[in-house]
């Protein structure tokens, strides 16, 4: 059994670059396989146009995916590292193809249909392959990498999980718990497949690839005078290739933090690059007009503006943030609505904030029935004539998982603080390490702080990318302090692409 688990997903290269299967030989079977697929291409192709012609988009959609999850899950068993990368790549463009309704911060109309969405399908995937590699990993290896902050996000997975075997309605939270899940494997699979400075290149560009995705897909559909947006009360807010608004906020705010750290350490031509997407981000991101997003980017920038000693970064975000609320005049309204004491309430257009502390007297003793467990993983809103989520993490843990659960929270935001700590004093001044430990202790901080007031965690899309930045800096906080962080990435072979992205 050992021996066929690792010729199934057999690891070369010292584990972080291939997984490969033995490949198919002759000519007959090479014709057959062509093909059975050009077959298969062709019915899903009639079932696609026949489903679009009578307007069912599910009919669309899932058997687009289904072609597509069995290519991925060909590449997850043979090339595993390159399936990891394309995940982290696409991820952002994944909720075009959604065939349920927003979710955060409300419950989703029909559970059932959001199991089917090409996310949770993709979930699923991704649990299955990296189980099986991480699996043939230890099994050649005798152990995995691993650190304080991946054993404190596996306490949250798995609190998760036992809590959601409690819960009045076990499916829909099995269902969250799943989705936290994959934002704990992706963790702690980017451990094993970055042991180097180029590895970490190749990670950091697939989530740049993502970001050039949904900048391009948002700037197209805003030149065509169709920008993806939503209204909420009076505001329209751009949401980009995400479900909502707030999901994409969040998104570019991890991005934009971490893309100015590392934005000194590029070669010139990639600062040119990343400073037009970085600007692209900065207007999309006040144009969501997601308050806890804005705030969360400010705070970050704050953080790596000090880090770095750049006085000249500190006077760039006076100015942008005097020009945003100049030009963009809905951010500084939607601001203003929390001085407003006549419009509280939950709505998109009241004063949210006394709305949330409101709500949060409220959802704290639902927790009573089950202190130690909880009540389950997106239970809240079931619990609750308001159906929406508690927007505030911390008593989420609490509520949903119980103690166990917020314990096991708490110690895995201590765990993003300690690795940032440790990767600051282990990447050397100048460095592109440097640039990387100092990006990830911006997005720590903007995480701890936003989660006061919003739902992140519910947020797996944008943790994706949370964690990849998280497993870069435990990267370089594994390395001893008595050697160079640098791995000398000029005397490594690093694929041309890499190069030519992050300089």
């Not at 005097?322 to 609505?337: I, S």
């Not at 389950?376 to 103690?403: C, I, S, W």
């Not at 100048?430 to 992140?456: D, H, I, P, W």
Request: charged share 15%; with cysteine.
């Amino acid at each position: 059994m050992e021996q066929h688990t690792q010729q199934l997903v057999g690891v070369r290269d010292g584990g972080a670059s291939t997984v490969g299967v033995d490949p198919i030989r002759g000519g007959t079977a090479a014709r057959l396989l062509v093909g059975g697929a050009a077959v298969v291409a062709a019915v899903i192709a009639v079932v696609a146009g026949l489903s679009l012609a009578d307007g069912d988009r599910k009919g669309v959609v899932l058997p687009i995916a289904a072609v597509a999850g069995i290519a991925v899950a060909v590449l997850a068993l043979t090339r595993f590292a390159g399936y990891v990368l394309l995940m982290l790549a696409v991820r952002s463009c994944v909720d075009l193809f959604k065939l349920t309704g927003p979710s955060a911060g409300q419950a989703a109309p029909v559970e059932s249909g959001r199991a089917t969405d090409p996310s949770t399908l993709l979930a699923v995937l991704f649990l299955l392959a990296a189980g099986l590699w991480l699996a043939a990993q230890f099994s050649r290896q005798g152990r995995l990498r691993g650190s304080p902050m991946g054993w404190a996000m596996l306490l949250v997975g798995a609190t998760s999980l036992v809590s959601a075997l409690g819960a009045a309605v076990p499916s829909n939270s099995l269902l969250e718990a799943l989705r936290i899940l994959t934002v704990v494997v992706m963790f702690v699979v980017l451990e094993q497949l970055m042991p180097d400075t180029a590895a970490i290149r190749r990670v950091l560009l697939a989530c740049y690839f993502s970001l050039v995705l949904a900048l391009g897909y948002t700037v197209l559909l805003s030149l065509l005078g169709h920008p993806p947006a939503e209204v909420k009360g009076s505001f329209t807010r751009i949401s980009g290739t995400f479900s909502q608004s707030t999901t994409f906020g969040r998104y570019l705010m991890f991005m934009v933090i971490f893309g100015f750290a590392v934005y000194r350490f590029l070669s010139r031509r990639m600062r040119v690059v990343l400073g037009v997407m970085l600007g692209l981000s900065l207007v999309f991101l006040l144009l969501t007009n997601t308050r806890s997003a804005i705030l969360g980017a400010a705070i970050g920038l704050v953080v790596v503006a000090v880090l770095h000693r750049s006085k000249r970064m500190l006077v760039t975000l006076c100015v942008v943030a005097v020009a945003g609320v100049t030009l963009v005049p809905a951010v500084g309204a939607r601001f203003a609505q929390l001085a407003d004491s006549r419009a509280v309430g939950g709505d998109p257009t009241g004063n949210t904030l006394a709305w949330r502390i409101g709500y949060w007297t409220e959802i704290v003793t639902l927790a009573n029935r089950n202190p130690l467990t909880g009540i389950g993983p997106n239970m809240t809103q079931r619990e609750t004539d308001e159906a929406k989520k508690p927007h505030n993490d911390f008593l989420r843990a609490y509520v949903e998982t119980g103690l166990l659960g917020l314990g096991a929270y708490l110690a895995m935001l201590l765990g993003f603080l300690y690795t940032a700590r440790t990767a600051l004093r282990r990447a050397p001044p100048g460095s592109f390490e440097r640039g990387v430990a100092v990006g990830f202790a911006g997005c720590a901080t903007a995480f701890v702080a936003v989660s006061a007031a919003s739902n992140v965690i519910s947020n797996v899309v944008t943790l994706w990318y949370f964690v990849a930045f998280a497993a870069a800096a435990s990267a370089i906080a594994r390395r001893p302090a008595t050697e160079p962080a640098s791995a000398k990435p000029r005397s490594t072979p690093v694929p041309s692409h890499a190069t030519t992205a992050l300089g």
